[in-house]
């Protein structure tokens, strides 16, 4: 219900809440009965809106509550009533409300499990002496106190252990009153918003020197060239601090101390962490000679962001112990390098952190560093070192090396073999072809590789990341090679997938354990039809994944039903229904009749070359030498030279009273006597007319017809044929029949 400009906590709810969040709303007052039914909430978060009063039993039914937050509101007051049956209260915020003090006496007596409390405002200005009765041990506490002035002596001491107290404030007076309540139960002390820029009030600190705290931190103070000597001594002198930061501070001088450092060094101090420390005249600052004595037992120190251009070598020799070393974000360049890590510095360092600075020469920075003998992980990435040589020389110890957004092109033999980790992401590599057998991991992301690296090189390899690349696909011959591969991270690669990548994703077992981000980061960019679409939902067709065979399938079976039809066909004389489809057309375009001043013949004469003889010499002369002679159509005669001979044959026929068919077992038999029947059997039969005249010069069975001349069949079966006889006496009985009917 957050950021819904509600103006009351909403009714109706019920038990079943645990979790109520109504920050950011405009919500002015907590009734009694707004929450009296939430009895099993955990949280209450009601930061961010205009609360300015709540009834003295708003949170009497919430006795298993544990976070409270009341902070950025308008409370000018806090009622120890509110918090009174609050048993289970673990987390209470009541920081940026308009209240002076908190009470007469304490708010939180009751709230014997707090665990963290975090109060004050611009208006806070009073902490009373029984303020915090009832606390005995707080994991943190935060104190907004920027105009904190009245603080009464022992108001802390109610409070037996704090792991982590913040103090925001500005006067160094309150500030020595509450550490001087403090020195036995914090053990983190955070020092926010506040100067200590007058030396004269240095004095109030030393009562610090007396301080159990195992952690100090400084954050957004100010310091100076006059106070820095007088809080050096101070920490060195408490006697179980071990750690010491700076965070976003700001020094104003040159490191030129005013007064000598006095103090003697530390025998716990550990750790000091200075982070973006301001020094406005930073490329005046010396040499800190004065420091050097105080730095020996020192383990892990990091100035990052703090424009340090140089460390001086005999401040680097004096490091002794120094283990860790951070010096990310700064000025470094190649030869303030080498003179900062010279012979005999940093003797103990095992990690160095010189990413974001100014480095350009990697032989140079690895030459520099070569004498460190106990030196196992490096971080120089954020460099600019572009083309690197193929010879370097580096510590032997080496084994983590972090090279990433380095602006290398290409790898070489540089790279030093001992290594164990290897990250060169964001480099814009094509390939890495290193022979590194001790690797372990191996991080490539960013780059534009293709490809897998090859296992071979790498055979100890168990964490890779290859994410957003070029890479395509990986083949499982890849995936295996790598033995003893665990991790590999490929997400954010534009994948093809293709059937031999799904398969191989599919079928692979426990890749899922394996692949790093896997199934969300893992999308196809093709085939077009599944982009966008996680490769591990991808499930291609068998047309897709088997297409050569599925298209050499295709072509086999077009061929064999083409096969088939062809024997079909062969067989039901699918050729000669062809042609006869094509003579109907032919004859479609044409008139059924042709006009009567085109017909030139009395018969055209179909018959086979086999009974030319008789034809010639017998029929014809018979007929064209009568009285009145018949005109006859013989395609060797009359045919026009160089005509289609289909068209010869139409034409014929068309300018032709009759059609005579002199039939033997050769017409049946020859190819253009077909054709010329086939021709017919459409153009004349079809049309009802007898202007086919049938003539057996043999016997024929009627079933020694094809089957396919389905009419003429019919005709022999149902009408009158001539016959030519064999005897002489009946012949001319036969001329005298066949002339009346060409007469017809």
Same mark, same amino acid.
């Given at each position: ?82 918090? %009174? ?32 409390? @975090? ?25 907004? %106190? ?16 704090? #792991? ?19 020195? @036995? ?89 200075? +982070? ?61 390098? /080498? ?34 003998? #106990?030196?196992?992980?490096? +971080? ?113 690669? #534009? ?38 679409? @996680? ?66 013949? +009395? ?72 054709? /010329? ?8 039969? +079809? ?29 022999? #079966? ?27």
């Amino acid at each position: 219900c957050s950021s819904m400009d509600l103006d009351f906590i909403p009714p109706g709810l019920t038990a079943k809440i645990t979790v109520l969040n109504l920050a950011h709303n405009r919500i002015k007052h907590i009734r009694s009965q707004d929450l009296q039914q939430a009895v099993n909430l955990r949280a209450l978060l009601l930061q961010s809106n205009k609360i300015s009063s709540i009834d003295e039993d708003s949170f009497h039914s919430l006795g298993k509550l544990e976070c409270l937050d009341l902070s950025n509101n308008n409370l000018a007051h806090l009622s120890p009533v509110w918090f %009174g049956h609050l048993f289970s209260l673990q987390h209470l915020h009541l920081q940026g409300n308009s209240y002076r003090d908190l009470g007469e006496s304490s708010p939180f007596s009751n709230l014997r499990n707090l665990s963290s409390l @975090h109060l004050g405002n611009p208006q806070f200005s009073t902490i009373r002496q029984g303020n915090f009765e009832g606390i005995e041990l707080l994991d943190k506490l935060w104190i907004d %106190g920027g105009n904190l002035s009245q603080y009464e002596p022992g108001s802390l001491k109610w409070i037996k252990k704090i #792991n982590h107290m913040i103090i925001n404030l500005r006067s160094v007076n309150v500030f020595s009153a509450i550490v001087r309540d403090l020195l @036995h139960s914090v053990t983190w002390l955070e020092v926010r918003k506040i100067a200590f820029s007058i030396p004269a009030e240095m004095q109030l600190l030393r009562v610090m020197s007396s301080s159990f705290a195992k952690k100090i931190s400084f954050k957004q103070t100010l310091l100076t060239d006059a106070t820095v000597p007088e809080i050096v001594s101070i920490l060195e002198d408490m006697p179980k601090l071990v750690e010491v930061d700076m965070i976003d501070c700001r020094l104003l001088g040159t490191g030129r101390w005013e007064i000598q450092i006095q103090a003697n060094q530390s025998q716990t101090l550990r750790v000091l962490t200075i +982070d973006k420390l301001s020094i406005e005249e930073f490329y005046l600052f010396t040499d800190l000679q004065a420091v050097e004595g105080l730095l020996s037992l020192l383990t892990k120190v990091t100035v990052d962001n703090t424009k340090v251009f140089l460390v001086p070598c005999r401040l680097s020799q004096h490091l002794l112990s120094l283990e860790y070393l951070d010096l990310s974000a700064n000025l470094l360049g190649d030869f303030s390098l /080498e003179h900062s890590a010279c012979q005999g510095g940093w003797p103990s360092l095992q990690t160095l952190n010189l990413s974001q600075n100014s480095l350009s020469d990697l032989e140079m920075t690895g030459k520099s560093l070569s004498h460190l003998s #106990n030196l196992i992980l490096l +971080d120089i990435s954020q460099n600019n070192f572009g083309e690197i040589p193929d010879v370097c020389k580096w510590p032997k110890t080496l084994k983590y090396l972090n090279l990433s957004s380095t602006q290398i092109p290409k790898l070489t033999t540089c790279i030093p073999p001992t290594l164990e980790v290897l990250d060169v992401s964001a480099n814009n590599l094509m390939e890495f072809g290193l022979q590194l057998p001790f690797l372990k991991e191996l991080y490539l992301a960013k780059n534009q590789l293709k490809t897998l690296p090859g296992a071979a090189r790498i055979p100890n390899l168990v964490a890779m990341s290859v994410r957003r690349n070029k890479l395509n696909s990986f083949s499982r011959e890849e995936f295996e090679s790598f033995k003893k591969l665990e991790l590999l991270d490929a997400s954010d690669n #534009n994948f093809i997938c293709s059937c031999e990548f799904l398969s191989f994703i599919h079928r692979q077992a426990g890749i899922a354990q394996v692949l790093v981000g896997w199934p969300d980061k893992y999308v196809c960019d093709s085939p077009l039809a599944v982009r966008g679409v @996680h490769v591990g939902a991808v499930h291609l067709s068998l047309m897709e994944c088997h297409k050569f065979l599925v298209v050499s399938l295709i072509c086999a079976l077009v061929f064999l039903v083409i096969l088939f039809l062809v024997a079909v066909g062969y067989k039901y004389h699918a050729v000669w229904y062809l042609r006869m489809t094509w003579a109907w057309l032919q004859a479609k375009r044409k008139p059924k009749r042709a006009p009567p001043k085109d017909i030139c013949y +009395d018969a055209f004469v179909s018959y086979s070359e086999n009974d030319s003889d008789w034809v010639e010499n017998i029929m014809v002369r018979e007929l064209e030498q009568a009285c009145p002679p018949f005109r006859l159509c013989l395609h060797k005669r009359d045919f026009v030279p160089g005509k289609w001979i289909v068209d010869n044959i139409i034409d014929s026929i068309e300018k032709s009273h009759k059609t005579l068919f002199v039939l033997s077992e050769h017409f049946v038999q020859s190819e253009w006597c077909r054709y /010329e029947l086939d021709f017919s059997h459409f153009r004349l039969f +079809d049309e009802n007319n007898d202007a086919a005249i049938l003539v057996l010069l043999e016997p024929i069975q009627s079933k020694a017809i094809p089957k396919r001349f389905c009419k003429l069949r019919k005709i022999m #079966n149902t009408k009158t044929y001539l016959e030519w006889p064999l005897e002489e006496e009946q012949q001319q009985m036969f001329w005298e029949n066949l002339k009346g009917a060409l007469k017809l």
